[in-house]
């Protein structure tokens, strides 16, 4: 069974760029959410989809979106890039929200600004 | 708000047991987890445990909870070099929509 994959490894942009991220989850997996791991700020939480909807969201700013598709899949998308968005983005995926089943992680997306 | 504590640095010798420490602040926490990350790699999920359990033993692990001092631990039995990587301590509470709080980690290097 594969595990949540996230695309692209990595990702170079310049501030004021756009970024999109990928993730898949789980087959079977209907929540989908996604954490930034930046150095020094530890692992944040940013957004939580479950069954197409956003159903919650961490201290980030507007320019942090996404969107969960029919196949549950996801995109995190951000917007005019800071220099201080370059982190490891992961993406987790559970069986079903908000019911307390563990998260399995995928691999991240490395996003570098330049 | 919720907090999660953990030690930043543990060293052991190979064949030795290592503990990895953790408390947290949030009395409605439900699940405690332990994940595993290696260099360049994601997060892997190593066990977790349901509040209401004082402890749960998985092959090589062990996990203890104390609700009452809200203090996690991770016991790795005969710590292998391939052990050696960042642990994580996180807990998710009904009230936090099921987002994971993270401990700040605890690199463990194993040494031969």
């Known amino acids: 069974e594969a595990g949540v994959t996230q695309s692209p490894t990595h990702l170079i942009k310049t501030r004021g760029q756009q970024a999109t991220l990928r993730c898949s989850p789980i087959?079977?997996?209907?929540?989908v959410y996604w954490y930034q791991q930046a150095l020094g700020l530890g692992l944040q939480f940013l957004l939580w989809?479950?069954?197409?909807?956003?159903?919650n969201r961490g201290n980030f700013p507007p320019r942090f979106s996404g969107r969960q598709f029919p196949n549950y899949s996801s995109e995190l998308n951000v917007n005019a890039l800071e220099l201080e968005d370059s982190a490891l983005y992961l993406c987790?995926?559970?069986?079903?929200?908000?019911?307390?089943?563990?998260?399995?992680f995928g691999d991240g997306t490395r996003l570098s600004i330049l | 708000g919720e907090d999660v504590e953990q030690s930043l640095f543990l060293s052991v010798r190979e064949g030795d047991s290592s503990v990895i420490n953790c408390t947290y602040t949030d009395s409605s926490s439900t699940y405690l987890y332990w994940y595993k990350q290696e260099p360049g790699a994601g997060l892997q999920l190593l066990t977790y445990?349901?509040?209401?359990?004082d402890m749960k033993q998985d092959q090589r692990l062990t996990v203890l909870l104390n609700k009452k001092d809200k203090h996690l631990s991770l016991r790795i039995a005969d710590t292998q070099t391939g052990d050696s990587a960042i642990y994580f301590c996180?807990?998710?509470?009904?009230?936090?929509?099921?987002?994971?709080?993270f401990g700040t980690g605890t690199q463990l290097k194993v040494e031969l």
């Open positions: 987790a995926s559970t069986l079903k929200g908000g019911s307390n089943q563990p998260q399995h």
């Open positions: 087959s079977g997996h209907t929540s």
């Open positions: 989809y479950d069954e197409g909807e956003e159903r």
């Open positions: 996180a807990e998710s509470s009904t009230g936090g929509g099921n987002k994971l709080t």
């Open positions: 445990i349901f509040s209401n359990m």
